[in-house]
């Protein structure tokens, strides 16, 4: 454990010596992975760009329904981001027109301080630094410790279950400081290289994805042969769909030590959002030495909590996390429990020091303060519950695990998709409202008509009105179209919502429009809500002065999330 956090002094003297030699003769210092990613200074990130593309790449966005669809079964799903030309320096070593671009899935997406990726070899192939071409900077918009991906990574690196390294970076954009970032090591070959001493297999990407029939397309290949890998899958998916499964026939695919450490740190750790915890963020690499797979961590902003923040069961035991479905399987066999029990003993008894760890939030707290800005002004009060979860998890997985692992069956469910229900084609002429009133029904002149589950549903006492979008509308930055009705067979209430972005409410045809579509008052993040609408809107009209009419028409279908709340 003592290892685990470098602190060294004649390093950073040294580091600093070059640096102002580098100033003082002019010379440009080559930088190194060891540069890159030291653990006892903050890394200066000066990003310089047109501002044009700026607001460009900051503005872009997934949504959930382009990055669930259910299409994702069969082939990842393209990002919405696109790569600008920019200049970044590197601690004064500059690299000119490397490529930007934003990066993240749905929740660490910001446009004030996006998380980025930086190509350094977009324009001059042969830019790198110590084999590694592209560089990720993590905003830690879902982990307000900040602390989360650099001492949890530290820790599954110092098991020996191969992750990235890590740094804290100060990043500003054209002079302005967007405070600390977590430069976090790409996975690719110096991964590879570092963690299994080669890089000539095959590297996949879970994202949301699982071994299940008709899922094999979904994982994301990002280096090796295709074929082999794409075969080792289709030999779990094979695997896990039959009704007893033995730690033997998982052994034959996956390397059980590796996959038992890093599982069990897993959950030593209470990553929620990680394989094990909700079949996301990891990567499986078909290591040509074994011929099996060995599972990394991935996306680790989610860590040092006792339960899970998305669909989480008090019933369900704090030691270990089994909705990914290769856990899952393990843990229904005596041998597999078993197994993880002396894995997760053996990683507090050789990893877990407290009072190291505590030492560490402490020296990490001094060492980013002064670089934060005012959206970090969370930061100390959030390591707090990060020291209790220290201070406490010995205890808590002792309680649970001192004589036996605890029994747990709950069978996890494929994973979420944004699937096709019913289809929505209205008219309407309406008024704009800064406030959306209480009684929507009968407003405005509107045609509505649904069909919903394959059925067409009619409606009455139909009404239109523009508002801001928001609870019960309230002020947002979209414009938003609601019909509101009531169903003809039972009187139940029925709204279409239909957001519009600011700069394209104005008269045009075939507006990209999302919303969402709610039956009754409630709408509930899960299988029985989460109902979406997505297609165009023509406006021949369009007002956002209250009073003002607004007119169009629009078309487009109804979807739901299917899968959540396992």
């Known amino acids: ?208 994805v699982d071994f299940y029939n008709g899922w094999e397309g979904s994982f994301e290949r990002k280096t090796g042969e295709d074929k082999a890998g794409r075969a080792h899958i289709r030999k779990l998916i094979e695997l896990s769909e039959g009704d007893s499964v033995t730690e033997e026939a998982i052994g034959e695919l996956i390397d059980l030590d590796s996959f038992y450490r890093f599982w069990a740190m897993e959950g030593l750790l209470g990553f929620w959002d990680g394989y094990s915890g909700n079949a996301n963020n990891f990567f499986a690499y078909l290591n040509p030495k074994t011929n099996k797979f060995h599972f990394m961590p991935w996306g680790a902003d989610s860590l040092f909590k006792k339960r899970s923040m998305l669909n989480f069961d008090f019933r369900a035991p704090l030691s270990v996390k ?20 002396k894995t997760l003993h053996g990683l507090l008894k050789e990893h877990w020091n407290e009072e190291e760890l505590l030492a560490e939030c402490d020296r990490i707290e001094a060492l980013i303060e002064p670089h934060l800005n005012r959206e970090q002004s969370r930061f100390s009060r959030s390591l707090r519950g990060t020291r209790e979860f220290i201070r406490e998890r010995r205890e808590d997985l002792m309680d649970e695990t001192g004589e036996a692992m605890p029994r747990w069956t709950k069978t996890p469910k494929a994973p979420p998709v944004i699937a096709e229900i019913g289809n929505v084609k209205a008219k309407f002429s309406g008024e704009w409202m800064e406030e959306s009133p209480r009684e929507q029904t009968n407003l405005g002149k509107a045609t509505l008509q649904l069909t919903h589950n394959d059925k067409p549903v009619e409606l009455t006492d139909v009404g239109v009105h523009g508002a801001w979008a928001g609870g019960g509308f309230g002020r947002s930055n979209k414009p938003t179209i609601r019909f509101s009705g009531r169903r003809k067979s039972d009187g139940k209430s029925v709204s279409v919502d239909i957001s519009i972005p600011e700069d394209k409410f104005k008269p045009a045809d075939a507006i990209e429009s999302g919303g969402v579509f709610k039956e009754g008052r409630g709408f509930s993040f899960g299988p029985l809500g989460m109902q979406f609408i997505n297609g165009k809107a023509k406006l021949t009209k369009a007002s956002l002065e209250e009073g003002d009419q607004f007119e169009g028409e629009f078309e487009g279908t109804i979807l739901k999330l299917i899968g959540m709340g396992r």
Do not use: C
């Open 1 to 208: 454990m003592g290892t685990m956090f470098l602190k060294n002094n004649n390093r950073q003297t040294a580091w600093l010596f070059a640096a102002v030699m580098a100033a003082t003769t002019g010379s440009a210092k080559e930088l190194t992975l060891d540069d890159v990613f030291p653990t006892d200074r903050v890394l200066d990130v000066q990003i310089t760009v047109a501002e044009k593309d700026w607001d460009k790449i900051r503005h872009q966005a997934r949504n959930f329904i382009s990055a669930l669809h259910e299409d994702r079964k069969t082939a990842p799903i393209d990002g919405p981001y696109e790569y600008v030309t920019a200049d970044v320096t590197i601690d004064g070593v500059k690299f000119e027109k490397v490529g930007l671009r934003k990066k993240g899935f749905i929740g660490s997406q910001s446009t004030s301080r996006p998380s980025l990726k930086i190509k350094l070899n977009h324009t001059n192939k042969k830019a790198k630094i110590g084999g590694l071409t592209n560089l990720t900077m993590n905003n830690n918009k879902q982990d307000s410790t900040i602390v989360s991906q650099v001492m949890g990574y530290a820790l599954f690196n110092a098991a020996g279950s191969p992750a990235p390294r890590t740094a804290f970076a100060k990043v500003t954009v054209n002079g302005k400081n967007h405070g600390v970032y977590t430069h976090v090591e790409t996975v690719r070959k110096t991964v590879l290289k570092r963690g299994f001493g080669n890089d000539d297999g095959t590297l996949y990407e879970g994202t949301v």
């Open 322 to 341: 089994t909705k990914g479905r290769i856990a899952y399987h393990l843990y229904q066999t005596e041998a597999g429990r078993d197994r993880y029990r």
